[in-house]
């Protein structure tokens, strides 16, 4: 977290009018069960999930997903930091694709069906969104192509230093996982059920 603290700093020397994730909303979305719907049916889900739900949130616990390689991208809408899962080295036969795939399982086991909005690959935490365009144009509202190529610039500089950090990270550690209810736009909703951290 004070990585991404340390990242935004610098994201918003060069787009001043971007808009920050906040450091207690900083999260990855190991698995959206649904979305887009009422509050009874959510609430509905959860009192099904319960029986199940301290086993599923305690998972990491013994069944560790080491996460490594952080790199910064972005894309028209936000910027995020993406992890890659750790593979190849002894104590990484469980990766992040088999937590995600054991989440999946054992919701479905808990008698939900999984309708997420998109399957997500990535192990990544959203840093920041895009929510105008104004920070890369000029006055006439074109793109500016100088503040562009400073802004790559920044992010290949950004990545670089990340490289050189070389850090990784445990799903579940120090915090542990959450299972959240309700409006979940970024910190919205509540904490239905919360594992400790390892």
């Known amino acids: 977290m004070d ?41 509905t889900l959860i009192e099904r999930m319960k029986p ?13 997903a080491r996460l490594v390689k952080p790199m910064l ?18 104590g990484d036969e469980y990766t992040y694709h088999h937590l995600r795939r054991d989440f999946y399982a054992m919701s479905k086991g808990a008698n939900v ?3 997420s909005r998109y399957i997500v690959p990535s192990a990544h935490i959203t840093i920041a969104r895009f929510v105008t ?31 050189n950090w070389g850090g990784e990270w445990y799903v579940g550690e120090e915090r542990g996982i959450v299972c959240r209810g309700g409006r979940l736009w970024y910190g919205g909703g509540e904490s239905v059920m919360e594992a400790e951290g390892f």
């Open 3 to 43: 990585l991404i603290g340390r990242i935004q700093l610098r994201l918003k020397e060069l787009a001043p009018d971007l808009w920050i994730m906040p450091r207690d909303n900083l999260h990855i979305t190991v698995l959206e069960i649904t979305h887009s719907t009422t509050a009874e049916f959510i609430g």
């Open 52 to 64: 199940k739900l301290e086993k599923i949130v305690n998972h990491p616990k013994s069944h560790r």
């Open 73 to 90: 991208s972005f894309d028209a809408a936000a910027l995020a930091v993406s992890f890659v899962p750790a593979a190849g080295k002894e």
């Open 133 to 163: 365009s104004k920070d890369h144009e000029d006055e006439s509202g074109a793109v500016d192509r100088a503040k562009m190529q400073a802004w790559m610039e920044k992010v290949w500089e950004i990545n670089g230093e990340i490289a």
């Open 113 to 115: 069906s999984v309708t």
